[in-house]
């Protein structure tokens, strides 16, 4: 496709927008789109070109541009304006974001806006508003079945509600991260229920057939994602008598994206959500966006197509928004989504370290730091401008995603070390603390995720319930070791709602019989506030996990060092329990910080000369950032107690 083409299109299509696009002062617009124009025009052509209608589905979509540039208000447009200029804006310390579910926090959207006193005690500056979109009564995976891609669910609130929030976090420099589930719809959307009854146009926004033909020809390589509650990747609709394609539960049908009709609403709904406020919008599932018959269906070139065409219609709108990539696969295959064969991302700005996550808990299970680093050290680079968010927990299933070949190399088998660690954290051994649950076991392939929260998982459960203080307090220090790592290792840390407290597990989800069957309720909690109100009394649980993240979140905003500018260093220590890396100040010589964690139950040595010899890193006398003391050293060993972290920095050098 040469420019040329391309340019001479714009000028059609620019011809042809509706009179009162044209009319209006889209100085802008205009020319963010000339800027973008080329890499939307090959894209959309190399997905859609050889369909008849492509020059109008193109001036749809330069339409649905143009009309959410107009209606965005005009302090949005001030903020992209200023997130231009100051592009790796997103990259710097100084943000700490938070997943949570509305209902779980503070019931409603109202309650959030109050609670927001609360995040910033703690330092949270982002927060991920778990879905609030309407989904059904019923079942609905977590609200990820979505129903009204443009209204809220009335049991949280309404849209105003949260334009009120919205408006309320920008006025307090928080960042609202809102999802939009690109890859399927609630079966009660009305585009499906348009397809149940008979309407053509609605049809091919699905995968629906006739009869299991090419259904069972997907399924010989497609794996399950729900094996026991939705095996399969098909199910049949009695209404309409045929196959639907609904890769994760029943009720959840995937949606068509070789249909560009489709693409078009998808990228309509981002920029309403773009519209109402969201700073970043996390796209759900996008690793698996496009099926083709004979592959596992995910993570597709055209996936990434797809992805890449959304950023660029959406840096065109609403170029301050970020997109963050779900995409919880295979470690090369994650930072894909960042782009590939780029310098500067262009896909998503954003994605999950699912590796970094298994990894940390590898090291909990293990207590060591074998596969931790060799893990990183296969982890691909970033592009620029393209950040990690790290996280220790989230809603979902823990799923030991790292690679068997870093598994081999650690010197383990990864099939008895993969089922190890689910014993470990689901309480088959008589002596793991942990009290997890297994998730997704798949008979047929022997897979199983982890359920759990973060503080039943490391043991504190059963160290409160034998009132066995030393092992709190242990069960407290690998809560922060482990934090201490998604703070430091580059990329925006997001927390999850509970854990600052210590959230043990909730079972009370057995009781309703819609989530009964889905044990990632156990670590979706309902915040009990008068537990929070505990963080306040000093030496409580609760107190001295609060504090202790609070404070590594400020000292993490004032360290420029771990800003996300690929600037961190892995440090091979010969000490298999230690995990050690490097951090330097991109715009300031000599400012560097060691990040230096003890995965093990007891004191470990680092010899610090082995480093120095290396000229990483001046050794004289060390402060960890986080205590603010000198750490003990003896010779030149530095002493690491159990699980403990240090933050070290040479004070000579400031
Ligand atoms: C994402 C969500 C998960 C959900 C799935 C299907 O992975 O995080 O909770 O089940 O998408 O929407």
Redesign the pocket.
Known sequence: MYEQVSHSLLNKILDRLKPDIRKRDLRHFYTRLGANFYAIHSLFHHLYGEREDFIDQMVRLVEVMASNYIKRDTDLKQCDIERENNHNWFLEPQWVGMALYTDGFAVDLNGLRKRLSYLQELGVNMVHVMPVLKCPTGAS??G?AVSDFRDIDERVGTLEDLRNLTREMRKRDMLVTLDV?V??TSDEHTWAQQARAGDTHYRDYYYIFDNREIPDMFEETMPEIFPETSPGNFVYDETMGKWVMTV?NHY?WDLNYSNPTVFIEMLDIILFWANQGADIVRL??VAFLWKKIGTVCQNEREAHLILQLMKDCSQVTAPGVLFIA?A?VAPVEIAKYFGEDAVIAKECEIAYNATFMALLWETVATKNAKLLNQGIRSLPNKLDRATWLNYVRC??DIGLGFDDADIVRAGYDPYAHRRFLVDYFTGVYDDSPARGQPFGRNEKTGDARISGSLASLVGLEVAIETGDEQAIQRCIELILLLHSMIMSFGGLPLLYYGDEIGTLNDCTFLQDEIKAKDNRWMHRPRIDWDRAEQRKRHGSVEQRIFTGMQKMIAVRKSTPAFADFNNRLLIETGNPHLFVFLRHNPFKLNDHVLVVGNFDTNPQSLTLSDITHRGHFEFGELRDLYSGQSPTQFKDQLVVPPFRFYWLINPANF
Do not use: L, R, S, T
Request: charged share 30%; proline share 0%.
């Open positions: 995976d977590g990820y589930v890859n399927h994760f959840q759900d599932a779900e919880i809603h979902d």
